[in-house]
């Protein structure tokens, strides 16, 4: 169950996060399936938890967006995570014409939620 935090420049189009919260679901279900957590493309409540966040006026950054990805490690997910990061970054870039980054990381965690 990943969870992701959007941080963005408050001047960025809303249509821009629009469709962030249309593809980031699926997209990050992808890079992370792994046999442990399989992504069967029927997402639930749950699966993927986004959040989107201004940046404050104190906040620096030089990106449009940064987007950070959680998701349980498995050793199967943190054998190529450089390549899954470079894949999401890609795979966002075709839904959205911004300055992107993208940050996965993979902490031993556990997750429970009621039905």
């Known amino acids: 169950m990943p969870l992701v935090d959007v941080t963005y420049k408050p001047e960025l189009p809303e249509t821009v996060l629009r469709e962030l919260g249309k593809w980031l679901p699926h997209l990050v279900s992808i890079a992370v399936e792994c046999p442990e957590e399989p992504y069967d493309g029927d997402l639930q409540p749950g699966d993927v ?7 404050g006026k104190f906040d620096r950054s030089g990106m449009d967006v940064v987007i950070e990805v959680r998701s349980k490690y498995f050793e199967s997910r943190a054998e190529n995570r450089q ?10 870039e075709k839904f959205v014409d911004a300055n992107i980054g993208v940050y996965l990381t993979l902490p031993v965690a556990a997750w429970s939620q009621s039905e």
């Open 49 to 55: 938890e986004i959040r989107f966040h201004p940046l």
């Open 83 to 92: 390549e899954r990061c470079d894949r999401l970054l890609a795979d966002i």
